[in-house]
């Protein structure tokens, strides 16, 4: 729990639901932006259909499938196992032509209208697209995960912006490379495991946001638009309330982003990024409905309080911490006098010990360097005479040889 009480003191964390914040302003816009543009592209290809076939009627169709409308082979949705198709593979499934010539020019204008050329056709059902224009919309989304959302509100940002960049009645429209950055920012920020952004980042990517709403030709007039510019810089601002209901919104959307963005066969550091994401809101949660910020001007206080009261208490045992800091010196210089005897003893054992282990062998004959035997095998022990004063200048010595006793008179 600490640890989370620990997030709301950090400036990081209070960065990223800043970030998040401007994110949801800015979706919320774009969101609106997209699905008008949508719509009408959906409603000129119906009637650009209809004044082809000349009539104003009976211009629906939901009798063909995707498999119907294209051909085999189809990049973005075929895929072959054991040399068939499998997509293509029913008898129901295979390429033929629409029979009211609809669905296949609704798939003409939407190839044609991919700035790369490459609608991602898994994404859509052809079924629906007479009837709804958020399937047309999925063509220019990323793979995956995107087939069963049917609205905006279930599409998540990354899906939104995609729709930008590849549709060319909208591309052409904004700018293109900010917008890039704005989607690389936004993915790179959901993989972030400790929800922190630090002060720069947060006003290079405020200012990303600002830029493209300003910047792009198709927001100069709209109204819409400058609302949002103005409530992202307003997030910038040091005064800027965080409430606590604005963090577990954040959150709680930050976890409907995740799932959305992930397969049913969910990643485990997706799980583990959503149970993290959960955890925090249920912490938060529990604390009182007031402003982030007053949490964390109420915890500074705490902090300065408790760090004058230790600033107190150590001025008062400074005397006694110098008393003690004496004590110890005069029982260490105590200590090493008594020791120093004792190691010059132990020094004098230990180079006798040396010495004899070194040099108590020496070699038999110098043919033989390599073989030593101990000096103590070569000692001869000398004959010793006892010699006894008998008179001034004289001795008295005993022969050996003869047991008899030879005077030697001194000179």
């Avoid at 700035?115 to 990323?142: H, R, V």
């Avoid at 995107?146 to 009645?169: H, W």
Wanted: charged content about 30%.
């Amino acid at each position: 729990m600490s640890g989370y009480h620990a997030k709301l003191d950090d400036k990081r964390f209070t960065n990223w639901i800043k970030t998040c914040i401007a994110i949801d302003i800015f979706r919320a816009y774009v969101e609106t932006f997209v699905y008008k543009e949508i719509e009408k592209f959906h409603s000129s290809i119906l009637e650009t259909i209809a004044n082809e076939n000349k009539t104003k009627s009976n211009i629906y169709c939901s009798e063909c499938r995707t498999a119907n409308v294209l051909d085999c082979k189809t990049n973005n949705f075929c895929t072959f196992k054991h040399g068939k198709c499998s997509n293509h593979f029913p008898p129901e499934h295979t390429s033929r032509s629409c029979p009211k010539n609809i669905c296949n020019r609704i798939k003409y204008f939407i190839l044609k209208c991919h700035d790369f050329n490459s609608p991602t056709w898994q994404n859509t059902s052809a079924e629906k697209w007479c009837y709804s224009a958020w399937e047309l919309a999925k063509c220019y989304m990323p793979k995956g995960g995107y087939f069963e959302k049917q609205s905006p509100a279930e599409t998540d940002l990354n899906g939104i912006i995609s729709v930008m960049l590849n549709n060319s009645n909208i591309s052409g429209t904004i700018d293109k490379s900010n917008c890039e950055e704005i989607r690389g920012y936004c993915n790179s920020l959901r993989h972030t495991s400790n929800f922190y952004v630090v002060d720069q980042k947060l006003a290079m990517f405020l200012d990303m946001l600002v830029s493209f709403l300003e910047n792009s030709p198709a927001f100069h007039n709209d109204k819409k638009a400058k609302e949002a510019i103005k409530e992202i810089k307003e997030v910038r601002a040091e005064e800027f309330k965080i409430t606590v209901p604005d963090v577990t919104r954040v959150i709680q959307k930050s976890i409907q982003e995740e799932r959305i963005q992930c397969s049913k066969d969910i990643a485990k550091e997706s799980k583990d990024y959503i149970e993290e994401l959960q955890k925090l809101r249920s912490e938060i949660e529990t604390i009182a409905t007031k402003s982030i910020n007053e949490i964390i001007s109420e915890k500074h206080k705490a902090i300065e309080k408790i760090t004058s009261t230790a600033s107190l208490q150590v001025s008062a045992g400074k005397d006694e911490i110098v008393k003690a800091t004496k004590d110890a010196r005069t029982e260490i210089e105590s200590f090493v006098k008594g020791t120093n005897t004792q190691l010059r003893e132990r020094l004098r054992k230990d180079l006798l010990d040396w010495n004899k282990s070194k040099h108590n062998e020496i070699p038999i004959t110098p043919l033989f360097d390599d073989t030593e035997v101990p000096i103590t095998d070569f000692y001869v022990r000398p004959q010793l005479v006892s010699v006894e004063r008998q008179s001034y200048g004289s001795v008295w010595k005993r022969n050996e040889n003869t047991h008899q006793f030879i005077t030697r008179r001194f000179l």
